[in-house]
């Protein structure tokens, strides 16, 4: 099956390229959670297309997502030859009692190992992902965590609290998500524990050592276009948001994505895409400018978006200036609501 879906996927790439020439890109992201799973030879053929058929930028962010593991080990000098110059790894915790909690096929140990292989082999451009708020797990267990993976110096840490949601094994096995006072107090311990070894958060759940911010996502949340491609992909491009079906075997069949294929083409209007402004602006700690949001979206949605900001901050929820708003330390913990309020 991963021919036919290498298959796929590079037929997907030609129409893009074919459809709109040779298009610039800036950064690739091997999504999905296992994309490493793919044989090495899968991923230098997806690779030398892109390159192909695109302008792919000198300096372009490349990353792979992967889960730690012996069988990553083995590729990761393969894969940074192929062209990937970034990874994201999921580590979730150095704690196995935790990993064990979450279901996680790979032990601390084998996190420590693979961490330590994309030093040798010369990646230095690491991300890593670390689960919070996991119920029955205190402050030292995720303290522990973080200290330990500053001594591997990733550049990158995105991290999470857990969800519990529907058709997983926590849903069925009735796992009660941690309290709320639990949630805000591992945040703010793991964002104290990362401030205090140089990283920057910089948006809701992501941190950084300055100048390693995810540039892929960092245009996601600034509301730049971008390209998904495989099955469940998401896209933003050509003025419409669209998506492909999660079902493999349709996408073997079909990889053109449906919204080039209907009559209409699904693009955004005015209301959409002030929603997406302000669900993906406000997760940036930087926040919007007033200018912007004027020059966007006109003089009476500038001006109710002051007012209701300031009646925000007024309760602590948002940090307001002449410049622009930005959501608080508190109001990040609530950010969902503070959105719905202001669409």
Same mark, same amino acid.
């Given at each position: 099956?991963?021919?036919d879906?290498v298959?796929a996927?590079c037929?997907?790439?030609?129409f893009?390229a074919?459809r709109?020439g040779e298009?610039?890109i800036d950064?690739?992201?091997?999504g999905?959670?296992?994309?490493?799973l793919?044989r090495?030879?899968?991923v230098?053929r997806?690779?030398?297309?892109?390159?192909?058929?695109?302008?792919?930028l000198?300096?372009?962010?490349?990353t792979?997502?992967m889960?730690?593991?012996?069988?990553?080990m083995?590729?990761l000098?393969g894969?940074?030859?192929?062209?990937?110059?970034?990874?994201?790894?999921?580590v979730?915790s150095?704690?196995?009692s935790?990993?064990t909690?979450?279901?996680?096929?790979?032990t601390?140990d084998?996190?420590r $190992? !693979?961490?330590?292989? @994309? +030093?040798?082999v010369?990646?230095?451009n =690491? %991300?890593?992902?670390?689960?919070?708020?996991? /119920? #029955?797990?205190?402050?030292?267990?995720?303290? $522990? !965590?973080?200290?330990? @993976? +500053?001594?591997f110096e990733?550049?990158? =840490? %995105?991290?999470?609290?857990?969800?519990?949601? /529907? #058709?997983?094994?926590?849903?069925?096995?009735?796992?009660?998500?941690?309290?709320v006072?639990?949630?805000?107090?591992?945040?703010?311990?793991?964002r104290?524990e990362?401030e205090?070894? #140089?990283?920057?958060?910089?948006e809701?759940?992501?941190?950084?050592?300055?100048?390693?911010?995810?540039?892929?996502?960092t245009?996601?949340w600034?509301?730049?276009?971008?390209i998904g491609?495989g099955?469940?992909a998401?896209?933003?491009?050509?003025?419409g948001?669209?998506?492909?079906?999660?079902d493999?075997?349709?996408?073997v069949?079909n990889?053109v994505?449906?919204?080039?294929?209907?009559?209409?083409f699904?693009?955004?209007n005015?209301?959409?895409?002030?929603v997406?402004y302000?669900?993906?602006r406000?997760?940036l700690?930087?926040?919007v400018t007033?200018?912007?949001?004027l020059e966007?979206?006109?003089?009476?949605?500038?001006?109710?978006f002051?007012?209701?900001?300031?009646?925000?901050?007024a309760?602590?929820?948002?940090?307001?200036?002449?410049?622009?708003?930005r959501?608080?330390?508190t109001?990040?913990?609530?950010l969902?609501?503070?959105?719905?309020s202001l669409?």
């Amino acid at each position: 099956m991963e021919q036919d879906f290498v298959e796929a996927l590079c037929r997907e790439i030609d129409f893009y390229a074919q459809r709109f020439g040779e298009l610039q890109i800036d950064t690739v992201f091997f999504g999905g959670g296992t994309p490493n799973l793919l044989r090495l030879s899968a991923v230098e053929r997806i690779m030398a297309l892109i390159y192909d058929r695109f302008d792919v930028l000198p300096n372009a962010e490349i990353t792979m997502e992967m889960n730690p593991g012996l069988g990553v080990m083995e590729k990761l000098r393969g894969l940074k030859q192929a062209g990937i110059n970034r990874v994201s790894l999921g580590v979730q915790s150095l704690d196995d009692s935790c990993l064990t909690f979450l279901g996680r096929n790979h032990t601390a140990d084998v996190s420590r $190992r !693979t961490l330590g292989r @994309l +030093r040798d082999v010369g990646f230095d451009n =690491v %991300s890593v992902d670390v689960m919070f708020a996991l /119920p #029955g797990f205190d402050d030292d267990v995720l303290v $522990r !965590t973080i200290k330990e @993976l +500053r001594t591997f110096e990733p550049q990158h =840490v %995105s991290a999470y609290s857990l969800s519990i949601e /529907p #058709g997983t094994p926590f849903k069925r096995n009735r796992v009660k998500k941690a309290s709320v006072h639990q949630d805000a107090e591992q945040f703010d311990v793991l964002r104290d524990e990362l401030e205090a070894g #140089g990283f920057i958060h910089y948006e809701v759940s992501n941190y950084a050592l300055p100048g390693f911010e995810s540039r892929h996502n960092t245009y996601y949340w600034m509301g730049a276009s971008f390209i998904g491609m495989g099955p469940g992909a998401h896209s933003y491009f050509n003025g419409g948001r669209y998506h492909h079906a999660r079902d493999l075997a349709k996408y073997v069949e079909n990889p053109v994505p449906r919204a080039f294929r209907q009559k209409t083409f699904p693009v955004l209007n005015a209301e959409d895409e002030w929603v997406d402004y302000v669900m993906l602006r406000l997760r940036l700690v930087s926040g919007v400018t007033y200018g912007e949001v004027l020059e966007r979206f006109g003089v009476a949605t500038c001006t109710a978006f002051k007012t209701r900001c300031t009646e925000l901050a007024a309760q602590g929820f948002m940090i307001v200036d002449d410049r622009g708003v930005r959501v608080s330390r508190t109001g990040i913990l609530v950010l969902d609501e503070i959105v719905l309020s202001l669409v």
